[in-house]
């Protein structure tokens, strides 16, 4: 599904992305670890089109996406969650929800002076969909409730929504598990596991929760200074000396 092949990224003299290779297959949820200041963040913004990368590939299948914007990749069905919920705080859930499908004719005014037929049949598409995904998360109590006043993992979940409004064929997952109760956060990996066997979503996850990491990824890629450390299963991940000795600690060490 996803193929870096030479990615560099630098900010002045640091190095942020150096010279990274990797693979996401198709169908997998991918996890991306490492300390902070490894480039993890540095990478997905490269890869879904907030930074231009300094040279490097980036292959959506067999297309090279590197360099387009987000509006483009959006179009192609790359989507990139925050580790910071970008809800619209004064909208409903249902109100945040129906906002995501492009293109939607109510927003051009010809449709809007003499479609109104069209438009309507469209928003009730549309309002469907949204239910749907309200149900699907276990979110049917928080329909109507503003989406500010929601909490921390309740905006992970409704963020998890927004992606399941288009045809995501590759879904950027940051931190999901960042602030979120343990109650929640079990919700939360239960969804992504089910868009994964389900519905063949395919997630690449940037995460610091290791018990997270453990239950919904394979493979794990490591990070470390801007480069790909390694490459392994969980165990293999956990197991591996220089990983553990120079970038995870004993956090980890501990779960062996």
Request: overall charge negative.
């Amino acid at each position: 599904m996803l193929k870096i092949k030479n990615l560099n990224k630098s900010f002045g003299g640091l190095k942020a992305v150096n010279t990274v290779n990797l693979e996401v297959d198709k169908g997998s949820i991918t996890g991306l670890i490492g300390p902070n200041g490894a480039g993890k963040t540095t990478l997905f913004n490269t890869i879904a089109g907030l930074y231009a990368p300094d040279n490097g590939e980036v292959y959506l299948e067999e297309k090279n996406i590197a360099g387009l914007k987000p509006h483009e990749l959006f179009s192609m069905g790359v989507l990139r969650t925050f580790q910071i919920a970008q809800e619209f705080a004064s909208l409903t859930v249902l109100e945040n929800l129906m906002m995501v499908p492009g293109n939607q004719r109510g927003e051009k005014l010809i449709y809007a002076l003499f479609g109104d037929k069209t438009v309507k049949k469209e928003e009730e598409e549309i309002r469907a969909k949204a239910i749907e995904v309200i149900e699907f998360l276990n979110l049917k109590h928080l329909t109507q409730e503003i989406a500010g006043n929601l909490s921390g993992g309740q905006k992970k979940l409704l963020e998890l929504g927004r992606t399941m409004m288009v045809e995501a064929n590759l879904v950027l997952l940051d931190e999901v598990g960042a602030g979120v109760n343990r109650t929640l956060l079990n919700e939360i990996s239960d969804a992504i596991l089910r868009l994964n066997k389900e519905r063949n979503y395919t997630f690449f996850v940037i995460e610091h929760d290791m018990d997270l990491i453990e239950k919904i990824c394979d493979p794990v890629i490591v990070m470390a200074e801007g480069s790909v450390l390694f490459e392994g299963n969980f165990a293999e991940v956990k197991s591996n000396e220089e990983v553990i000795e120079a970038y995870l600690g004993r956090g980890l060490k501990s779960k062996k």
